[in-house]
């Protein structure tokens, strides 16, 4: 960062150091407590946190990030680490995942990874919680799941010290079958109405979500609130801006992206490739016009089997993860994006989603009707839509996409929905509830 030099009485002065120093000393803090940030890779669950951590000092608060230490992740990534502003105070406790550091011949106790396989984070960040709480003084924590052990952190540190906290979900927590330890399930049970109990506020990314805590806890229904994911404008090239279309994938030959994790169940292709397979059987889908593309599925030899089974191995593509920005570009230039998602998600939207939605190109959603997801993108113009477990509504759906865009009438999503859900607008919205966690509103 460059300096301004200033002489004042004979002594050096740096003035944009100064200014600095007097902004933030005005600035309200919020201590954010996230597994999920960089150098992590593989996960979307990273923009979130990141994204609020850029857009909230324009807001007038002043991020303060105690995350894990980079050990604990599987996999990392330089490609965010310059995306995190600089001057942001951020703290890496110690962390170990039980699975891989704690694991004797592959396997470990079971107590040893509940509520979750980085519950050794708890300890330090605890630690690391209280000290920087005595030497910022901020005026709110903030948790966010889907590691639990950020609201156990949370939980302990809000005990202790008395800083208000407001509890980010996203997802819900304890489902019917999930997690599938009985024991485990219960810790989630327990870490999840502490949350929605004691924090100021509970917060989620979908309607169904909310709905669902709701009805959980009904005597704090009016602090469980709604807060969606979003996209990020600065992530996008300026040629997003631009009519002019990219170059195609596949010159010639129609693609279609899916962009993130495959689940075998959550996110299951296997009634996609029948659907493909019987388009391609009757001749209406002939080789050469389609290719599906998974970008970073991680499943990738479910996919390469399934399409094995049903004899449509040169529809499909297969390849790694890219960068954050890589994956960006790669869907402004797909003549399709692709939503993989079933009904036992129905309360829940896929982050990329927002993403898909700001890429500005025509969407295949098989998903069902009654979820989120679908209400989502349905309220943004998109009209192909199936059921994941339909392969003959898929069919009609994925011909009628194809035919749309060789026509060229697949409609984009609606320019004026997809503004409301940038990450900044996003980040107001946090705003409001720090400050009503801050000054004791509800």
């Not at 995942?97 to 605890?126: E, I, K, Q």
């Not at 839509?385 to 898929?394: Q, R, Y």
């Amino acid at each position: 960062m460059g300096t301004a030099d200033a002489q004042a009485g004979g002594r050096s002065f740096d003035v944009q150091a100064a200014t600095t120093i007097a902004r933030e000393a005005t600035m309200k803090r919020v201590l954010m407590i996230a597994y999920h940030f960089p150098p992590l890779a593989g996960s979307s669950g990273i923009q979130r946190t990141l994204r609020f951590v850029q857009h909230l000092p324009g807001y007038g608060w002043q991020p303060l990030v105690v995350t894990a230490d980079p050990r604990a992740y599987e996999r990392t990534s330089d490609d965010l680490l310059q995306e995190i502003p600089e001057g942001t105070v951020v703290h890496r406790a110690f962390a170990l995942d039980t699975s891989r550091h704690l694991a004797l011949h592959g396997r470990h106790l079971a107590w040893m990874a509940r509520p979750d396989r980085w519950v050794s984070w708890r300890f330090d960040a605890v630690r690391t919680g209280l000290r920087m709480i005595r030497d910022y003084q901020p005026d709110v924590i903030w948790s966010t799941y889907p590691i639990a052990t950020a609201h156990l952190i949370a939980a302990q540190l809000h005990r202790r010290t008395g800083v208000p906290w407001l509890a980010d979900f996203r997802d819900p927590m304890a489902q019917p079958g999930y997690p599938a330890n009985p024991r485990t399930r219960q810790s989630f049970i327990d870490i999840e109405s502490t949350a929605v109990r004691e924090a100021r506020f509970s917060t989620f990314t979908t309607p169904g979500a909310a709905r669902e805590y709701r009805r959980r806890y009904p005597e704090a229904a009016a602090r469980i609130l709604v807060l969606e994911n979003g996209y990020d404008e600065e992530s996008f090239p300026p040629t997003a801006h631009t009519a002019q279309a990219p170059e195609p994938l596949h010159p010639g030959q129609l693609t279609l992206l899916h962009s993130g994790l495959v689940y075998p169940m959550e996110r299951d292709p296997t009634q996609l490739l029948r659907a493909l397979q019987s388009l391609k059987d009757s001749g209406k889908l002939p080789p050469g016009q389609l290719r599906l593309r998974f970008r970073a599925a991680v499943h990738d030899s479910m996919l390469a089997r399934l399409a094995r089974e049903h004899q449509v191995e040169d529809w499909i593509e297969c390849l790694p993860a890219v960068g954050y920005r890589a994956a960006i570009a790669e869907m402004l230039r797909a003549d399709g994006l692709l939503v993989l998602q079933a009904a036992c998600c129905n309360e829940q939207i896929p982050a990329k989603i927002y993403e898909y939605l700001r890429a500005g190109r025509p969407i295949l959603a098989l998903t069902d009707a009654a979820g989120d997801t679908a209400a989502t993108l349905r309220a943004a113009g998109v009209e192909h839509l199936a059921p994941l477990d339909s392969a003959e509504a898929i069919a009609t759906q994925l011909m009628a996409f194809v035919t749309a865009l060789r026509q060229a009438k697949a409609a984009p999503p609606s320019p004026a929905v997809v503004r409301q859900a940038s990450r900044r607008e996003r980040t107001a919205e946090l705003v409001r509830l720090l400050e009503a966690c801050r000054d004791g509103g509800a």
